[in-house]
Structure formats: structure tokens, C-alpha cells
């Protein structure tokens, strides 16, 4: 194994792919800045320059667009409210408000940071033990993927600062959203009204960007310019008490990461959701969660890149990719004559690890290349409101149509937009819905297939241990809150010092 | 280690493609005026990992080879292809647009309303023929595919079918016509996900395409143990394979793998399409693509695989009763 | 109060849509044969729930009552002062803001800026995307915030010119021209 990693080393790490990483991170970067445009289309773009490569240089080049627009995407997430994909969401909950207090590199530092340590972790994880977790994972069934997606809402719909009532409103509207369209495992239209344009259902890329940019601005218009963001370049730069603080948050952004990462089909973005929703619940410092907290940017920034490195292991090991990326780049190992499946490491150790140690040289990259110029991106906020918004308008709308071409996008972020805004009025949670949106098609095909798994009984759902244990959990953090309030009502009667120390112990 | 000439390429490429891809997609085709505008997307109506999710990156690999355009690879899955065909249907008129198709192109509108058939589309290419292995997890009881249909008669039988009306489906309804028997089927989105669902026990046995499950054949973790195929497979790895016929179940069932272009597009861009779709086929790319996937080649072009649809649309029909 | 009224009226609309997709989801079938779920389940199932829960928040709002907090607030009474701040909390708005523009004004300028959002989107297909865009964009900035006209031209022109180059010329698509910009 150690000779294995060295023999990668060797051939991987030498300047002249060092210096194509570097491209790479940056390209990806600015690709993951634009609206609309992810990591996704940035790998898919730029996959044709790299046939001209040796394959180890083409597959660091690609892991540094790969990482480089994760990271792009991020950016924009914390400094304008506007995610890039779905996984970074829940990063602009913290990171916005951060920005918005001046702390904006420090956002983008931390979330460097988390993602380097989560990648270095689930990158020595995926080295060590990817075929038998491979093993482990496909041990979860329909029933085990149903419930733990019913534990993600339930977790996303309890971290809402806000109702209970009104985060579980949000989430059913999400996945009412995700119904419109051609339907999973049934290929029947519903609630398309004859438009054609909604037949493959209400795009998410597009909501998201409606919600989230135009709805803030809006929104920001509504209350008011805000004066320019003017901080000093040394508050800008991230402290060694912010990184002593989020590094708990981001180890155990890590596991939840690298645990969900490692199913098929459940992702990057509900495991950067539940990391939050964790962190939330334990984190000492709970209460500045949802107002800038660097632990709310630390957690899900790790989580989904803990998670994206996971979803490699049932690619390699079995030959499933969990995620659109992980298909492109397995396009691109096809093409350099590798066939995944279980015998991999055992055939073409010189690729996989070559491949693998890529990874590790595209996060140390993407580190080395954005920790310094995390402040230099922060200072964007210097301009006034009255230019950037305008500019922010103008890129959102744009990277909406360049998702699919379609001036149908463009009516969806507007529609969207206005939603976000009066939700942002009337303070109604808008992860929930996103979430929701995300989750609705994966739900449904788990509901569909184990319905037939049961020959139309849904009881596997609770007779499976694990999706048992899941639901209970689910179960317990709706009700937590009403016997916590009741407990302490009870306790509130009798000592006030009692009272004190009920809260300690509850916390 | 790595050539000068390499690094020269390799920094050509990347400056110039970054600044020019654009342009040198508007200006290196060789075949004549026409040229489709902007990237072109082939569409992958399953999800990524499956046997149209590979023949759609060939598509796009071998015609990008072809032609010197940018073309890109979009997964849109879900309703059994539907999905990815529906939004196809958006796409009319669009010359920088294709499809991977399979089988639910025909299969589809024979068996629900889905608003299209594969005249509403105009098809370039067809690929060749992939026939289906039926297959179970390496420590099953089943030895044979006689093994499973007598199984089902005392007991209940899990198969997962990727598409509710695609090859498996049929496959399987073909089979229990055939012997008078019933599965308990689970709709799953693509190959890749029914790999994962036997090896998880999830499903008990499955109907997959060779190239889906080669990696777990060769290392022991599945079994293949019929071929829904006429005759036995040439290819080394599966030519001990025995086709069903031989454990007296009276089917074979191949799909074919094509890719289309949308309809009400110009004849320019037709002519332009199948012009690469004829370079492309006497590539090594597309030689190699047949042979991994373990598929029997049969390029068929334009008027001949739109003749050669109509056939399938038939025995299709027939199959579906 | 205009928050309250808005409440009761989003709790309404929000009902009516959980009524609309339950209504919808029967109509696809609840159930297929053999009582497997089918198409209308998941909209049935979701639908329900939502005209439940905004029912539930409708009675809350109109009696006052206040509803159960999510798990984070009960954790957090007791422990701190005030509780988690959502995104609002944090930006309640002065009435004056630093440009000396009243509550009235800025609703003005939201206005005109959504209903120039409507209008050059329409005018997409006749303009062109970038045009139609970058005129949406000066507007802003000039009229909406009266801004320096020559700085706002010149941000207008740099951005347009950035986003063509990266989407047009480098990355390809091809965005609407519309009819002045010929073919």
C-alpha cells in the first residue's frame, strides 16, 4: 500500500503536472464562479483538452477542475447568496451572513481549509477500505434509501430557526415541485399542462438560483442599500482561534460526508445538509448558528467533499457512479482503458493510484491557490450595492440560460426570484424546499421500489433494522422539542438554580 | 519521462481551446457549408453507469473524433427513458442536439401514452445489438435459468428490470409467457443500480446487458446463467455462456443501440449528422466500443435504421401482446 | 401587520396548492394494481400533508397561538437570550437608509425592478439576450439607482463583455440574438 502510494507519487507529482493542477484549479474556479455552471459542466467542458495528455496528467488536470469549480461555486455561495449546485446551499445559510459581517475570506478560508482536511481524510478512508465498504454499501435497499431520505428532511425541517410547521410546509412544497414533470418509474407527465417545457420536471439549478440570487437581491432592495462592506484586509484573513473552533465541526462534517457518500445515489448535498443540521444541534457554539457561524460553513464544506471523494468508492469498486461528475470522469477512465468494477485495484494499480494521489495534488492545489486569495475574492463586496446588484442580476440570468439553452430558464428564476423574496418577507425556510426539489425524484423511485419490494406493503420500512433505527431517530427529533419544553416547564417550577442546570445538561 | 512535444500540444490546446473553442467549433468541419451552432449535447435518457449511459459517451466520443466539435454528455433519467426522451422532444428543430436511444424508443409509446414515437424523431445511426444475460449473485442456488422459471413456480422470484418497459421487461414478460410463470419485478433506473441491487440481495436475479456486468463476472461476485440470445457469444468471456433455448425457454430478445437526432431539423443537418455517424463507423473508436461491450455490430444509417425501426416496432408489438 | 396579512394570506395560497396537487394526485392514481403505490402517491401523499400543515399555520396565525419551535429553539430557551437568528432578524431594516430614501421609495424601486426584470425578458426574442440584459443592467444602475451614468455605462459594458466572451465565445452556446442581431 505505501509502495503503492509512492510509486503514485512518482508519478504524479512532478512539476510540469503540478503546473497543469494549477491551470486546472484555476479554470475551474472561474468556471464554478458563474451561475449555472458547476463542476459538472466544467469537467465536461474541458474533458476534450485533455485527451492530448499522458493519462496522468490529464486526470490531474481534470481532479483540479473538478475541485476548482467546487470551490468556484462556493465562492459565490458566500458572497452573493448565489449556490452554485446544490451541495453548497446550506454553506450560504452562514457564509452569506459571514460576508455580510465582513467575514467573508475568512468563509472562504475556513471552507478551503474543511474541504482540504475532509478530501485528506476520505481520500486515505477510500484507499484503505474502498472494496469492502463497497460491500457494506449495497446493503442498503430501497427500504434503508427511503428512510434515510425521510431522516434528511426531517433533519433539514428541524435546524430551521423558524416553525416547525412552516419548515415541514416548505419541504412538502418542495417535493410537490419535484412531481411536475415526466415521473420516475412510471414515465406517465403530471402537472405539466400540456407545456413541453416542463416535461422533464422544474429544474433545479434554475430554482436555486432564482431563490437565492435574485430573491436576495430583491430582497436587499427592499431594505434598503446597505453600505459597502469596508473591513480591513486583516479581518478578512481567517485567525487561528476560527480554525481551532470549526476544526471539530469539520472532522465531523468529515464522517457524516464520507458515510453518505458512500450509497449510491444519496450525494454530496444531503450529506452537506444533515452535516449542518448535526453541527446545529451539537455544537458549543449552537446559538450563533444561522447569524455567521464558521463551524455553519465549516461543517457542510467539509461534508461534501468528504462525500464527493466517498462517491468514488462504489465507482471504483463496483463500477456505479454516484453522481454526474463521478460519470464524467469515469467517461474519461474508460477512455485510458480502465473497466471498473471489483478487480480494479487489482489490475490497473498504476492508474488508481495514480488517479487517487491526483486527487490528493488537486486538493493541496486548491488549498496553496485560494487560501491567499480567499480575502483578495472577499474584497468584491467593496463594490456598492447599487453596481453589483445589477452585475449579479445580469450573470444569474445568464448562467440560468446557459444550463440548458433555454429561454424557459429564464421565466423559471424570474417566477423563483419573486418566491424567494416574498418567502425572505414572511420569513418562510428556504432549504426545506430546496431539499425537497433535490430529494423528490430519489424519494419516489425508492418509494416505488419498495412498494413492489412488499408487494404494495410499505412494513419493510420499519422491520429493517436500519431504516428502523433511522426512523426512530426522525421520530425523536420532532418530538424532542415539545418533551424538552415540557420537561423544563416542570423544572422551571420548582428552583431557579435547578433550572440553570437542567439547560446545562439538555445542551 | 513526458515528451517535449507533448507539453506543446498539451499548452496549445489548453490557451487556444479555452480562448477559441467557440470559433474552432464553428470552423473545422470538413463536410461542406454546414455546421451544427454551439456545443453539441447527447442526451443519455437512463442514469449514468448503464449500457446507454456507455454508448452515449462513445457517441460522443467517436463523433467528436469525427467531426472536431465540442460534444458533451447529459444524463437525464427517470420514467424509464421517458424523461430524457420527453425533454429530447423539446429539443425540435435543434441541428447541435442527439440521443443515445435504445430500445424505449419503440417500447415506450407501444406501452404508455408519452405524447411521442420514433417518427417524431430523425435517426442518424444504429450501433449494433446487445442482447441480455440473465444473471444472479455468485452464491446463488440458481445453476440455470430452468433453475429460476421452476423456482417461481413454488416460490416467489425478485427480478429488478431497469425501465418498466425496457429489454428487461420484455425480456422477462417474453420468458413468463413462454413458460406460463410469474416474477415480482423492481423498476430500477439504470444497470449500474441493478448491479448494485443483486450484489445487496436486494433482487434475486436480473436480466443485464454483457458490458454491465463484466467486471463482476470475471471476479466471481455474479453469475451469468442463460443468454436471451440465438446463438451462443463468440467473445472468449461468455462463450460458455448457454443461451436459454438450450435449458428449454423458447426466447431471444436483442436491443438495439442507435443514436438520433431531433425531429423537424434541416436535410443539412441530416446529411451532416449521418456523414460523421459513416466516419465514425469506420473508426477504431467504434470497433473497440462494439467489442468492450460484447455487442453484436450492425451500422445501419439514416432511411435503413428507420426501416430497420419499424421492423423492431413490430416485434415489439407482438412481444407485448 | 402588512407581515401578518401576508402570513395568513401565503398560509392560504400554500393550502390551496397542497388541495390542487391531493386533487391532482388521485386523478394519476394513488394506487396501481396489486395496491402498489402509484404515479398520484407521492403528490397525493405531499399535497395532504401541505394543506394539513398550512391549515395548521393559518389557525396559529389568525388565533395567536404561538406553534411548536423546531428542535434548535426548545435547546435554545433558557440557554441564551434571544433565539436564532434567521436571515431577516439580522437586517431589520432603518427606516432611513445610508441614501436617505424612506420605506416607500425603496418599495418604489423594487417595483421598478421587477417590472423591469418582466420587460426585458420579453424582449429576449427581439433584442437579443445580451442587449435586452445589458440594458436591464444600465437601467438599474442609472435610473433605479441613480448612479454616475458613465461609471454605470462602463460597468454595463465590462460585464457584458466578459459574460460574451466566457459564454459565447469560450464556452459555445448560443444565446438569442434576437431579430435585429440577424442569424
Excluded at chain 1, 444533515?274 to 457542510?300: C, D, L
Excluded at chain 1, 463586496?381 to 449579479?392: A, N, Q, T
Aim: glycine letters at 12%; one cysteine or more; aromatic letters at 8%.
Amino acid at each position: 500500500m505505501i509502495d503503492n502510494l509512492i510509486l503514485g507519487f512518482q508519478t504524479a507529482a512532478t512539476p510540469e503536472n503540478l503546473l497543469w493542477c494549477f491551470l486546472g484549479v484555476f479554470l475551474g474556479t472561474v468556471i464554478g464562479l458563474l451561475p449555472g455552471l458547476g463542476s459538472t459542466t466544467g469537467v465536461a467542458v474541458l474533458l476534450p483538452l485533455t485527451f492530448a495528455f499522458e493519462p496522468v496528467t490529464a486526470l490531474i488536470l481534470l481532479a483540479g477542475i473538478y475541485y476548482g469549480a467546487q470551490y468556484g461555486g462556493t465562492i459565490t455561495s458566500v458572497l452573493i447568496a448565489t449556490p452554485g449546485e446544490a451541495a453548497s446551499v446550506v454553506t450560504t445559510i452562514d457564509g452569506y451572513q459571514m460576508a455580510r459581517k465582513g467575514r467573508g475570506g475568512a468563509a472562504l478560508a475556513i471552507a478551503a481549509i474543511g474541504s482540504f482536511i475532509a478530501a485528506i481524510l476520505s481520500l486515505a478512508l477510500l484507499m484503505t477500505l474502498a472494496p469492502p465498504l463497497a460491500q457494506l454499501a449495497v446493503r442498503f435497499g430501497p427500504a434503508e434509501n427511503l428512510a434515510i431520505m425521510i431522516l434528511g428532511l426531517v433533519i433539514v425541517i428541524t435546524f430551521q430557526g423558524g416553525k416547525l410547521v412552516r419548515g415541514a410546509m416548505m419541504a412538502m412544497v418542495g417535493l410537490l415541485l419535484a412531481a411536475v414533470g415526466v415521473s420516475t418509474g412510471f414515465g406517465e407527465a403530471r402537472f405539466t399542462f400540456g407545456d413541453t417545457n416542463l416535461l422533464s420536471g422544474i429544474p433545479f439549478v434554475e430554482v436555486t438560483i432564482g431563490l437565492f440570487a435574485l430573491g436576495e437581491v430583491l430582497h436587499q432592495i427592499r431594505v434598503g442599500a446597505a453600505a459597502p462592506i469596508k473591513t480591513s484586509f486583516r479581518e478578512m484573513m481567517i485567525s487561528g482561534k476560527d480554525v481551532r473552533r470549526s476544526l471539530p465541526a469539520i472532522l465531523r462534517g468529515s464522517g457524516v460526508g464520507f458515510v453518505l457518500g458512500i450509497l449510491p445515489g444519496a450525494g454530496s448535498t444531503l450529506a452537506s445538509f444533515m452535516a449542518y443540521g448535526i453541527e446545529r444541534r451539537v455544537s458549543r457554539n449552537k446559538e450563533n448558528f444561522g447569524r455567521g457561524a464558521i463551524e455553519g460553513v465549516a461543517s457542510p464544506e467539509s461534508a461534501n467533499n468528504a462525500a464527493a471523494n466517498a462517491n468514488f468508492i462504489p465507482t471504483l469498486s463496483l463500477g456505479i457512479p454516484g453522481g454526474a461528475t463521478t460519470a464524467v470522469l469515469l467517461g474519461a477512465f474508460t477512455i485510458y482503458g480502465l473497466q471498473p468494477g471489483p478487480l480494479l485495484f487489482e489490475t490497473q494499480p498504476a492508474l488508481v493510484w495514480g488517479l487517487l494521489v491526483s486527487f490528493f495534488i488537486g486538493n493541496v492545489v486548491l488549498l496553496l491557490l485560494n487560501l491567499p486569495l480567499a480575502p483578495v475574492f472577499a474584497q468584491m463586496l467593496r463594490v456598492p450595492y447599487g453596481y453589483l446588484y445589477p452585475v449579479i442580476l445580469l450573470t444569474s440570468i445568464i448562467g440560468a440560460y446557459a444550463v440548458s439553452n433555454n429561454t424557459f430558464s429564464i421565466w423559471i428564476v424570474l417566477v423563483f426570484g419573486i418566491i424567494g423574496w416574498i418567502m425572505k418577507e414572511i420569513d418562510l425556510p428556504m432549504a426545506p424546499l430546496v431539499l425537497g426539489l433535490v430529494l423528490g425524484p430519489l424519494l419516489e423511485k425508492a418509494l416505488v421500489q419498495t412498494s413492489a419490494a412488499g408487494a404494495g406493503n410499505l412494513g419493510i420500512l420499519f422491520t429493517s433494522p436500519i431504516s428502523a433505527t433511522m426512523l426512530a431517530l426522525g421520530a425523536a427529533l420532532v418530538i424532542a422539542p415539545v418533551v424538552i419544553r415540557r420537561a423544563r416547564a416542570r423544572v422551571a417550577a420548582r428552583r431557579a438554580a435547578e433550572r440553570q442546570a437542567s439547560s446545562f445538561i439538555d445542551s | 519521462m513526458k515528451s517535449p512535444s507533448t507539453l506543446y500540444a498539451g499548452s496549445a490546446l489548453v490557451i487556444s481551446a479555452v480562448l477559441l473553442t467557440g470559433c474552432a467549433s464553428q470552423n473545422s468541419q470538413s463536410e461542406g457549408e454546414f455546421a451544427p451552432s454551439g456545443n453539441v449535447v447527447v442526451t443519455v435518457p437512463f442514469a449514468a453507469g448503464g449500457g446507454s449511459d456507455v454508448s452515449g459517451r462513445a457517441v460522443a466520443a467517436g463523433l467528436e473524433e469525427a467531426t472536431g466539435l465540442s460534444i458533451t454528455v447529459e444524463n437525464r433519467e427517470g420514467g424509464a427513458g421517458a424523461v430524457g426522451y420527453a425533454h429530447f422532444q423539446g429539443q425540435e428543430g435543434r441541428d447541435n442536439a442527439l440521443l443515445a436511444a435504445e430500445l424505449a424508443l419503440v417500447s415506450l409509446p407501444l406501452s404508455q401514452e408519452v405524447g411521442f414515437d420514433y417518427t417524431s424523431f430523425t435517426p442518424i445511426m444504429n450501433l449494433g445489438s446487445d442482447y441480455a444475460l440473465l444473471v444472479t449473485a455468485g452464491d446463488s442456488e440458481f445453476e440455470t435459468c430452468a433453475d429460476v422459471v421452476e423456482a417461481t413456480r413454488s416460490e416467489t422470484v425478485v427480478t429488478a428490470v431497469s425501465g418498466a418497459t425496457g429489454i428487461d421487461a420484455i425480456t422477462i414478460s417474453l420468458v413468463e409467457q413462454d413458460q406460463d410463470v410469474e416474477f415480482d419485478r423492481i423498476p430500477y433506473e439504470s444497470g449500474g443500480e441493478v448491479v448494485a441491487a443483486l450484489l445487496g440481495g436486494h433482487v434475486d436475479v436480473a436480466p443485464l446487458n454483457p458490458s454491465e456486468v463484466a467486471g463482476q463476472l470475471e471476479s466471481g461476485d455474479l453469475r451469468a446463467l442463460c443468454a436471451f440470445s440465438e446463438e451462443r457469444y463468440e467473445y472468449e468471456q461468455l462463450a460458455d455462456v448457454p443461451t436459454a433455448a438450450e435449458q428449454g425457454i423458447d426466447v431471444a430478445f436483442s436491443q438495439f443501440r442507435g443514436f438520433i437526432a431531433p425531429g423537424g431539423i434541416s436535410d443539412e443537418a441530416r446529411e451532416y449528422w449521418i456523414a460523421a455517424a459513416e466516419t465514425y463507423a469506420e473508426s477504431d473508436a467504434y470497433r473497440s466500443y462494439i467489442e468492450d461491450n460484447m455487442m453484436q455490430p450492425n451500422a445501419l444509417f439514416g432511411d435503413d435504421f428507420v426501416a430497420f425501426l419499424e421492423e423492431t416496432n413490430a416485434d415489439v408489438q407482438a412481444a407485448l401482446g | 401587520m402588512i407581515t401578518r396579512r401576508a402570513n395568513l394570506a401565503a398560509s392560504a395560497a400554500l393550502a390551496l396548492l397542497g388541495a390542487a396537487f391531493l386533487a391532482g394526485g388521485i386523478g394519476y392514481g394513488v394506487f396501481i394494481d396489486g395496491g402498489l403505490v402509484g404515479p398520484g402517491f407521492l403528490p397525493a401523499a405531499a399535497g395532504m400533508a401541505l394543506l394539513v400543515l398550512a391549515l395548521v399555520d393559518l389557525v396559529q396565525h389568525v388565533l395567536r397561538i404561538e406553534g411548536t419551535d423546531a428542535v434548535d429553539d426548545a435547546l435554545y430557551e433558557g440557554l441564551v437570550e434571544d433565539r436564532p437568528l434567521t436571515t431577516d432578524m439580522l437586517q431589520t431594516a432603518p427606516d432611513v437608509d445610508i441614501f436617505g430614501r424612506d420605506q416607500r421609495a425603496r418599495t418604489r424601486q423594487l417595483i421598478m425592478v421587477v417590472v423591469a426584470l418582466i420587460v426585458a425578458v420579453a424582449l429576449v426574442p427581439l433584442i437579443g439576450l445580451l442587449v435586452s440584459l445589458g440594458l436591464l443592467m444600465a437601467f438599474a444602475a442609472i435610473v433605479v439607482e441613480r448612479r454616475s451614468v458613465v461609471v454605470s455605462l462602463i460597468v454595463t459594458a465590462v460585464t457584458v463583455g466578459f459574460l460574451y466572451l466566457v459564454f459565447v465565445i469560450v464556452l459555445g452556446i448560443p444565446v438569442p440574438v434576437g431579430v435585429l442581431g440577424g442569424d
